[in-house]
T-cell receptor, first 114, second 113 residues
């Protein structure tokens, strides 16, 4: 595709439910990042995939959060038993080379946990 | 791991004046330093980047300077315009390990007409 695609663009869920957020990176991009951005706040790093290497999960805030990247392309971020504090915009970004050079961001998924 | 600090968190300047945003990093092995601009309600976009073998880079009204010895780098915007109003993020990437990009906390720049 022409850019990084994320779906859904908006997700409203009830506290305690599980959600899955999807990211389609630009074709051929080996690096993929997930970030969380609360209203008016900075980019909170969640997880980083680089090629076939083991992902860097150091930013995941709890074991309710997990992510996978299948076939080096599409990535899914899963949040189990959602809490109200999980409400935020979840941004995905990809780059062609290692290390996030020239990252291209998706438009994000706005998650609201009621 | 890398730690990037960014200052100020908010900045207001008169239209036409210059704006400077500063970042420091902790990992002396870092070799790549991009800046991203995020306009209200939009996704972050790369506006300029610099590598550790260069001290300064310019692109029209924006410039970035890097001081490797002091481990700090700065974004300079001259002749500011209303469309420069946005949140700006600096970042640093280490040359070792998994080469993860680490972002600063952001600066909200407001241009006063």
């Amino acid at each position: 595709g022409a850019g990084v695609s994320q779906s859904p663009s908006n997700k409203v869920t009830e506290k305690g439910k599980d959600v899955e957020l999807r990211c389609d990176p630009i074709s051929g991009h080996t690096a993929l990042y997930w970030y969380r951005q609360s209203l008016g706040q900075g980019l909170e790093f969640l997880i980083y995939f680089q090629g076939n290497s083991a992902p860097d999960k150091s930013g995941l805030p709890s074991d309710r959060f997990s992510a996978e990247r299948t076939g080096g392309s599409v990535s899914t971020l899963t949040i189990q038993r959602t809490q109200q504090e999980d409400s935020a915009v979840y941004l995905c970004a990809s780059s062609f080379d290692r290390g996030g050079e020239k990252l291209f961001f998706g438009s994000g998924t706005q998650l609201s946990v009621l | 791991g890398e730690n990037v600090e960014q200052h100020p968190s908010t900045l207001s300047v008169q239209e036409g004046d210059s704006a400077v945003i500063k970042c420091t990093y902790s990992d002396s092995a870092s070799n790549y330093f991009p800046w991203y601009k995020q306009e209200l309600g939009k996704r972050p976009q790369l506006i300029i980047d610099i590598r550790s073998n260069v001290g300064e880079k310019k692109d029209q009204r924006i410039a970035v300077t890097l001081n490797k010895t002091a481990k700090h780098f700065s974004l300079h915007i001259t002749e500011t315009q209303p469309e420069d109003s946005a949140v700006y993020f600096c970042a640093a990437r280490s040359n070792f390990g998994n080469e993860k990009l680490t972002f600063g906390t952001g600066t909200r720049l407001t241009i006063i007409p």
